[in-house]
């Protein structure tokens, strides 16, 4: 009988990154061609099979109507927020919607949940590890943003299961990127970490107590991540064009892709070199159908003019997880950047005059996030675990109240697990149901936070009105998931408990997507 | 591991986190990482024994509610004073009433740093130290001083017709 074995796995918005423990160190696992990040890329073939990762994303602009990118910063939303209309914008794959206003993926006529599409990635992932190990995988921590709220956690989780791996912990990122910085090292320290990622940004604040890593405040921002520097050098590349030529390249998809892909690599350029020559022959015609190419310079000068703002924004993140934690810059002994935008000059440059500290040098932005969810995949099946995670809740928990207000339950930052108790009554003769519906977000008003879902109670004793009492207890467990029960007080006796309202997966459709995610072949194509 | 779960119930966050209720803000947690250590639900993760993680979770959830409560002044201050009261039973998980009443204290707090002008809060304090010791004059003069840094404050406005009336009550009686 071989040891269990488990993988830690980075979910990116762009890129993921999977890990395992080896010889009592985490090692990045690459794949057939050598490559250590993939792209978080799923292309639907004519054949009906699935290209993932590097390979996929080359399809972006070649068959753009069927190849999904940056899923995750769908999972878990509903269909008429914010994002999922900025994401139909911008993205050249259909986005649809599902029932309980969730959002589905259009393609070839078949429509995908975004547990179903982040299931793909981790299959690959998965695949990735069997192919390196030789053997079998079904255990993973897979990571994801500490900022995230229940339903992308949830949705998070789902994935895997779809994927067919058992999700021994979702992890928080930054979380899991000071437990690679600090298993070992017999430290007690503070500890910043500072994670710009290709769709999110998220601030965690650390105090490593030899072998306890204790999260004392986390804040974040789901709408900022390296993407966002794209898109100013994509309106800037745009804007030129349009002066000159008098055409937007906005309007084509074709051209969208283009553009996208050059002013991914200039970003990347500019950071590395100081300077990126931004070339792309051909990129439309005129009226006059001549073929017009995109030429521009752009300048570490030019290019930390279109982002400075940006980069501030994080700050104001950076000042709430500080306040949060009663900290100040000066208190804290190591800054870990995490994130390939924490790469740019200008970010790095801009950390160190906010810290007064440079960063830590000598670990991979790209791939520490991977190395922590080993160290805690390895750490949850090993009977001598000597390392000890107590994370935060990042959102307030909240309850809906009348008039559209709702109350607070649990704090944002409270250590997690934790529970906490309500007891709720009838307000009707004869009632036999009560509902609650549970929030998370920072403001007094429901509309302002994310939904969670609408829980019922039934089962009580039955009487007259304010005679049952039902005692219900909300809990965030160590994956920051919200659970609700609920007991007869009276009686002692468990009520039933059905959630509705949840743009959640039930588990029927699990159990038909784990189907449908077996029979989906995976492509072959040499990189 | 049974036992504790069953006298959980009784106990208060002191005994939870197994400290002095005089315990230094330090002591709090270096006692939180010591029942981590023992309690974390990560150290109990690998056996299978569905059970036994449940007990652990329960135990744990407790040690960070206390460890979440005993860390923040106020909320300490507020649940040390329950427990010792008359309703300890009612009283040992601080509850959401105890965070509204909590958030009163607060408020009570600041109102009293209330003021735009630091020299009109600076006055208005000390009149309400005056006024707290029933040194009516003075308390009066400072709060005319106060008002002149912001004529409209109804706060400080309020205060002073208060110890205005107090000045003329004193009057009467001699």
């Known amino acids: 009988m071989s040891e269990e074995i488990a993988i830690g796995i980075d ?40 290209l993932v990762g590097n390979a996929a994303k080359r399809n972006i602009i070649t068959r753009a109507e069927s190849t999904v990118y940056s899923a995750k910063r769908l999972i878990g939303r509903y269909y008429f927020s914010d994002e999922v209309k900025k994401a139909q914008a911008v993205m050249p794959y259909r986005i649809v919607e599902g029932s309980n206003n969730s959002v589905r993926i259009s393609i070839h006529d078949r429509q995908y949940s975004l547990p179903e ?16 190990l030789g053997r079998e995988v079904t255990q993973a921590v897979v990571t994801v943003p500490a900022y995230f709220n229940d339903n992308q956690r949830q949705a998070t989780k789902d994935a895997g299961r779809i994927a067919g791996l058992e999700i021994l912990r979702i992890l928080n990122e930054p979380t899991a990127a000071a437990l690679a910085y600090g298993v070992g090292r017999d430290v007690n320290q503070k500890v910043v970490v500072y994670d710009l990622g290709g769709g999110t940004f998220d601030v965690s604040i650390l105090e490593i107590g030899r072998d306890v890593f ?33 055409l937007d390249l906005r309007q084509n998809r074709y051209c969208l892709q283009m553009l996208k892909e050059v002013s991914e690599k200039a970003k990347i350029d500019v950071g590395m070199k100081g300077s990126a020559q931004i070339l792309c022959e051909g990129i439309c015609q005129d009226t006059a159908r001549r073929v017009l190419d995109l030429k521009a310079i752009i300048t570490a000068e030019t290019f930390n003019r279109m982002v400075m703002d940006l980069v501030q924004r994080t700050f104001k993140v950076c000042d709430e ?62 009977e001598a675990t000597s390392t000890f995670l107590v994370d935060v809740t990042p959102l307030s928990l909240r309850i809906g109240t009348v008039g559209g207000y709702t109350e607070k339950i649990i704090d944002k930052n409270t250590p997690v697990p934790i529970d906490k108790g309500k007891t709720f009554t009838t307000s009707r003769d004869g009632q036999e149901k009560v509902k609650i519906r549970v929030y998370q977000g920072e403001s007094n008003r429901a509309d302002e ?79 | 591991m049974e036992g504790l779960c069953r006298t959980l119930p009784q106990m208060d966050y002191f005994q ?151 000045l003329k009550s004193d009057m009467k009686i001699r």
């Open chain 1, 321 to 382: 997880a500080l306040q949060s934690a009663r900290l100040t810059a000066a208190d804290l002994d190591a800054v870990i950047l995490v994130g390939g935008p924490t790469r740019l000059p200008i970010v790095r440059n801009s950390v160190t005059h906010y810290f007064q500290k440079g960063p830590l040098e000598g670990i991979n932005p790209d791939q520490v996030v991977s190395m922590g969810a080993a160290l805690q995949a390895h750490a949850l099946l090993d």
């Open chain 1, 11 to 50: 979910l990116g918005t762009s890129y993921s990154c999977v890990s395992v423990m080896q010889n009592g160190k985490p090692v990045v696992i690459p794949n057939e061609w050598g490559e250590e990040t993939h792209a978080s890329c799923v292309s639907f073939l004519e054949d009906g099979s699935v």
């Open chain 1, 214 to 246: 204790e999260v004392l405040s986390t804040a974040g921002d789901t709408y900022l991540g390296g993407d966002d520097f794209d898109d100013r050098i994509m309106t800037w590349l745009a804007d030129d064009f349009q002066a000159k030529h008098g």
């Open chain 1, 117 to 132: 599409i982040s299931a793909l990635v981790l299959k690959e992932m998965k695949a990735v590890a069997e192919v390196y």
């Open chain 2, 16 to 166: 939870i986190l197994r400290l002095s209720a005089t315990a230094a803000p330090e002591e709090i947690k270096t006692a939180f990482y010591k029942q981590s250590r023992g309690f974390h639900p990560d150290r109990f993760f690998h056996l299978n024994d569905p059970l036994l993680r449940t007990r652990v979770n329960e135990i744990y959830k407790r040690i960070t509610e206390a460890y979440y409560v005993l860390r923040d002044e106020t909320k300490r201050r507020k649940y040390v004073a329950d427990i010792g009261g008359p309703d300890r039973a009612q009283k040992l998980r601080f509850t959401e009433a105890d965070e509204v009443q909590n958030r009163q204290a607060v408020k009570k707090e600041r109102e009293e740093e209330v003021g735009l002008h630091p020299k009109g809060r600076q006055f208005f304090q000390t009149a309400l130290r005056d006024a707290a010791a029933e040194r009516w004059t003075v308390a009066e003069r400072n709060l005319k001083t106060a008002l002149t840094y912001e004529p409209s404050n109804p706060r400080y406005r309020e205060k002073l017709v208060e110890v205005q009336q107090h």
């Open chain 1, 449 to 527: 936070c994310e939904m969670l879902g609408e829980f019922e109670f039934s089962g009580f004793r039955v009487g007259f009105r304010g005679e049952a009492r039902i005692a219900v207890t909300f809990e965030i467990d160590t994956n920051g998931i919200v659970n609700v029960s609920a007991a007869d007080l009276e009686t002692g006796q468990r009520t039933t408990t059905t959630i509705s309202l949840s743009s959640g997966l039930s588990e029927a459709d699990i159990q038909r997507s784990q189907q449908a995610n077996r029979s989906l072949p995976r492509a072959r194509t040499a990189s």
